[in-house]
């Protein structure tokens, strides 16, 4: 029996590296937004209300419901958080991505 490594478990399951890519970019979305909402000890409601999405949603999305939600979605609910990323290139560093969060995101 071959036994196969993967470095990525999404590269285990996808059919291809464009799907393992964006299954891994949606993990790391949902997994931020998560520990956003435990480090702020916001319960499922207070959730909500800051998305402005039903609470069914957030439960979904808490409980790492990857399938439920599209990178455009999570995207669309960290900038509601006003949460930004900027992706860059530049001859020096070559590929970077920053997160960009403004003052009022931290209330």
Not at 35 to 54: C, D, T, V, Y
Request: proline fraction near 4%; charged fraction near 25%; aromatic fraction near 8%.
């Amino acid at each position: 029996m071959t036994q196969l490594g993967y470095d990525n478990i999404f590269d285990a399951i996808a059919d291809d590296d464009h799907e393992a890519a964006d299954l891994q970019f949606r993990a790391d979305l949902m997994l931020t937004l998560r520990l956003m909402f435990q480090e702020r000890g916001w319960k499922q409601a207070r959730i909500s209300e800051a998305l402005g999405i039903p609470q069914p949603r957030v439960s979904e999305l808490m409980r790492g419901k990857i399938d439920l939600f599209s990178a455009d979605k999570l995207i669309g609910l960290l900038a509601r958080m006003q949460v930004r990323i900027r992706p860059r290139y530049d001859d020096v560093q070559g590929f970077t991505c920053d997160v960009i969060q403004t003052p009022a995101a931290s209330a």
